[in-house]
């Protein structure tokens, strides 16, 4: 161990202080002592605490800092060398004297070190003996208001972790505190302000500028059920010395003092889920996909499990009749519990619920209702004993089901359970299930009557499209009618091959501009009437000027048509066209041509001559009649659709059948969005008279 030379002082010694610790708080002397108790070590902290210099204290009797002893007594100097050699460590506070004479408290701390001589030397550590008593005061109040303050204390970092807090907030936010250490305020904290609660956090970090008594509602995940309103106050800790950056918080849990805050955070949630669940459900017109974003909306949001499920009406008109069986069809269903709610809500398909059911209760009233899940619900409303015990060992507590009313009628029911980790359901909720409910039911009986005219449409549509097509030696045949996908109506496309006079034989294709119903009755109307004039031997252009003549006193306002007469005694097709999409001739060698010189205006425009052009067909040739959902695409311009109709025809291989699967597969999506046909004719060897 060195000494300081006479009057000089150095750096740091072997012990100082760090920054930022509590020893920059208290004075701390470092002082050593030979084995002959004189002074051989003089720290700077020495001379601020006795006042003497190094040069006038190294080498001179340590009782020379402490008030004479008595003649009999040990000296104190004595005694703290002798109690260091002896213990290894003595802590103890005695009399000091200071320079000017004054007597002051003292804490001292000794024990024995060897330098690197090999000599034993004791060392000292004192502190003033007020101030020792000021910082463990300061830490004993700190303490005992962060173990016993029934107020939320805490300590964040700049990032927003937790450093510190009490356990009164571990208990507010329902975890404990060794939880909490090292993670983020937002990882317990739920709240409905779309973040302001986190910006209010920063601004305090990032600005300086405390908050004091704001108002917060929120949730932790350690209490999910239960809406807090806590009174905050946040400071920087950057302007308190020299501590670490971060916030200083208090916080009170005020939720019984400001219930009815509680009650408007409530409502604004359930408005703003109302809201999340009507931009969600009815999307499409489908009646599956509707159910599922009910299910999707409420699940887990609003509940832990929910299903939905259609009535099966057994008679029309729809009647209910409450002394009768109610039997529902399940339509969707979903869950966030484990086994065995999953089996419980997707394991049946049908359901009956017996007379005297929660259920024909709730259909009776039109109202949802609230149950609790027990032996008397189970008892009253289900059939069967093994799903009543599936349901009692779910984990579902209570129950809420809403019926789903259209035009006056219960069209269904939804239900919603919660288990016993969320409160029961409020007369707030059953208004929610109710808005719920009523929105979803006009959403499913607008999408269950549009399934119903699609089915109605399509059946038309396929009983007025040909069953069986003619045949005829000189042409092999191969056709496609594909509608579109059950999300799109059905169109007015049509197609047919019929024999003529003269061994001759016509192929045309259609379509009526329009969906549903009305255009597959115009379908109807117009490939029976184009059937009944071709075996009147008209001309193309005739035929087409009386199908024109048709449209019109039907009220047709827009369709295509393209026909063409192949006679195979001449190898010659006279083709006219009402606006359709142009024919294609394959040859064999793969060339493709487009006839598009064969033009007109739509059927039921009125008014326009339509022409007959004649062109030759050789053996190996191979016609190519479609509609326009073959070639339309959204984005795309039709040209470009023929253009890849008439490379996937040129490359074509193997027989005519795979030939209309290849281009099907090629130029069709997954989902079409309108019907499509497809009709190739591939010229066979010409037959003489």
Not at 85 to 102: C, E, F, I, K, N
């Amino acid at each position: 161990m060195s000494r300081n030379p006479p009057g000089e002082e150095q750096g740091p010694g072997p012990l100082w202080s760090e920054p930022g610790t509590l020893l920059e708080h208290v004075a701390v002397a470092v002082l050593g002592m030979d084995d002959e108790d004189r002074i051989c070590y003089w720290g700077p902290g020495a001379r601020r605490l006795f006042g003497y210099e190094a040069a006038d204290v190294l080498t001179e009797p340590a009782a020379t800092l402490f008030p004479a002893a008595p003649t009999d007594g040990t000296s104190a100097a004595q005694r703290l060398a002798e109690r260091g050699r002896s213990l290894g460590y003595w802590r103890v506070r005695m009399p000091a004297l200071h320079q000017d004479g004054t007597v002051f408290d003292c804490g001292f701390r000794v024990f024995p070190v060897t330098d690197h001589t090999g000599r034993s030397v004791i060392v000292g550590l004192a502190s003033r003996g007020d101030e020792l008593d000021r910082v463990k005061t300061n830490l004993a109040f700190l303490d005992a208001l962060f173990e016993t303050c029934p107020i939320g204390l805490v300590m964040l970092d700049e990032d927003l972790r937790f450093v510190h807090l009490n356990q009164a907030l571990a208990d507010m936010d329902g975890a404990s505190i060794a939880d909490h250490i090292g993670r983020r305020v937002d990882d317990f904290m739920i709240t409905s302000d779309e973040g302001a609660y986190q910006r209010m956090l920063r601004a305090v970090a990032d600005e300086g500028r405390p908050v004091v008594s704001a108002l917060v509602v929120l949730r932790t995940p350690g209490r999910p059920d239960r809406d807090q309103v806590r009174s905050v106050s946040f400071f920087p800790l950057s302007q308190a010395g020299d501590t670490r950056p971060g916030l200083g918080g208090l916080l009170v849990d005020v939720t019984d003092r400001e219930q009815a805050l509680v009650e408007a955070a409530a409502g604004r949630q359930r408005l703003a889920m109302l809201d999340r669940a009507t931009a969600r459900i009815g999307t499409t017109l489908d009646v599956d996909v509707t159910a599922r974003e009910l299910v999707e909306a409420a699940v887990p949001e609003f509940a832990d499990a929910s299903v939905v499920e259609i009535v099966e009406w057994m008679d029309e008109p729809e009647v209910f009749d409450p002394d009768q069986p109610l039997v529902t069809r399940r339509i969707a269903s979903g869950t966030s519990l484990p086994p065995p709610a999953p089996e419980l809500v997707g394991g049946v398909e049908h359901v009956t619920y017996p007379p005297g059911s929660t259920i024909h209760e709730m259909v009776t009233t039109g109202l949802p209702v609230r149950v609790p899940v027990d032996e008397a619900f189970t008892t009253r409303t289900v059939v069967h004993r093994a799903r009543s015990r599936l349901l009692l060992d779910s984990g579902l507590t209570n129950l809420l089901i809403a019926p789903l009313i259209a035009r006056g009628t219960v069209q269904g029911i939804t239900m919603f359970g919660r288990s016993a980790a969320r409160p029961a359901f409020t007369e707030q909720d059953l208004g929610l299930a109710g808005e719920l409910a009523s929105r979803a039911a006009l959403c499913l009986d607008n999408a269950r009557l549009y399934s119903q005219v699609q089915e109605i449409a399509l059946t038309l549509q396929r009983a007025l499209l040909p069953t069986a097509l003619a045949t005829s030696p000189a042409l092999r045949i191969a056709h496609r009618y594909l509608p579109a996908s059950h999300l799109t109506e059905v169109g007015g496309d049509w197609y047919d091959v019929i024999d003529l006079p003269g061994g001759r034989v016509a192929l045309v294709v259609g379509d009526v501009m329009g969906h549903g119903v009305p255009a597959a009755a115009a379908m109807g109307r117009l490939r029976i009437t184009t059937k009944a004039l071709a075996r009147q031997n008209l001309e193309p252009d005739d035929l087409l000027t009386e199908l024109d003549a048709c449209a019109l006193e039907a009220g047709i306002e827009f369709a295509t048509c393209l026909y063409i007469s192949y006679d195979p005694g001449t190898g010659r097709a006279r083709i006219a066209n009402a606006g359709h999409p142009p024919p294609l001739v394959r040859e064999p060698n793969g060339t493709v041509r487009v006839l598009d010189h064969v033009s007109g205006v739509p059927l039921g425009v009125g008014g326009f001559r339509f022409d007959t052009r004649e062109i030759e067909l050789r053996e190996g040739d191979t016609l190519a009649l479609y509609t326009d959902g073959l070639i339309e695409a959204r984005g795309k311009d039709i040209d470009v659709g023929i253009g890849t109709l008439c490379e996937q025809l040129a490359v074509a291989e193997g027989t005519l059948e795979e030939t209309a699967d290849d281009i099907i597969a090629h130029l069709l999506p997954a989902t079409p969005t309108d019907d499509t046909v497809l009709v190739l004719a591939q010229i066979s060897p010409a037959k003489g008279p």
